[in-house]
């Protein structure tokens, strides 16, 4: 029988990636923090074999993954409200203003701290794990594979941030009213939807496979 937790966690992460294929705050943070919230509770990480660093270690992952996606989710936010109704020359001074660059360098730097921070959690959950329990092979691949797709999206932030922080030093020494026009879009952005699949099966994999693991080798 399939658990209420995962149809719950399952129908937030379809919710969080249609969020992120058109960029919705409220659709993609609010999704991914309810499927994040249920993988927290799921009966194999509340099993009482699993240790409890090992539980806390796991719901700290998802806690950062979560917070990153909110984070990000804020950023759509905060541009969509103040963009609205804006002009080509409006939107352009809004891109090149120095605080709107300087939070959305900081925003982006934390986005990509947490999901380093959870990527490398991770390996440590599963290193403590798999190192204990060398036999169960098909259990540290899914592990494995969690990792794979915890690490494409934390490597994507990456990205982001140095491209972030380059047009930022560009822009802030132009002279004001100088630069590109800007546009806008309602999307849909399949890189951001994929991003976020990514992470939500990368950290549910990761997870869920390393309580696993963890509670097998107490057995």
């Known amino acids: 029988m399939r658990s209420p937790i995962m149809v719950v966690a399952c129908a937030a992460a379809v919710v969080a990636v249609v969020g992120g294929l058109f960029e919705s705050p409220w659709l993609a943070g609010g999704g991914f923090l309810v499927a994040a919230s249920a993988l927290g509770v799921h009966p194999g990480l509340m099993n009482v074999l699993v240790p409890p660093f090992q539980r806390l270690l796991l719901r700290v992952i998802l806690g950062?993954?979560?917070?990153?996606?909110?984070?990000?989710?804020?950023?759509?936010?905060?541009?969509?409200?103040?963009?609205?109704?804006?002009?080509?020359p409006e939107l352009l001074t809004l891109t090149t203003d120095a605080d709107y660059l300087q939070w959305s360098v900081l925003r982006a730097l934390f986005v990509a701290g947490a999901l380093l921070l959870a990527a490398a959690l991770a390996v440590l959950a599963v290193a403590l794990t798999v190192r204990a329990a060398p036999a169960r092979q098909r259990i540290a691949a899914c592990a494995a594979a969690g990792l794979v797709g915890l690490?494409?999206?934390?490597?994507?932030?990456?990205?982001d941030l140095l491209l972030l922080q380059r047009s930022a030093a560009l822009?802030?020494?132009?002279?004001?009213?100088?630069g590109t026009a800007v546009g806008t879009s309602d999307g849909p952005f399949p890189e951001t939807a994929l991003m976020i699949a990514l992470l939500l099966v990368g950290t549910?994999?990761?997870v869920l496979a390393a309580a696993h693991l963890s509670r097998r080798t107490e057995d």
């Not at 993954?65 to 804006?86: D, E, N």
């Open 64 to 88: 950062l993954a979560a917070v990153a996606v909110g984070i990000r989710a804020y950023g759509w936010w905060v541009w969509q409200s103040r963009s609205v109704a804006l002009t080509g």
């Open 151 to 159: 690490a494409i999206p934390a490597w994507s932030a990456m990205q």
């Open 204 to 206: 549910g994999l990761t």
């Open 171 to 178: 822009f802030l020494t132009l002279p004001a009213g100088s």
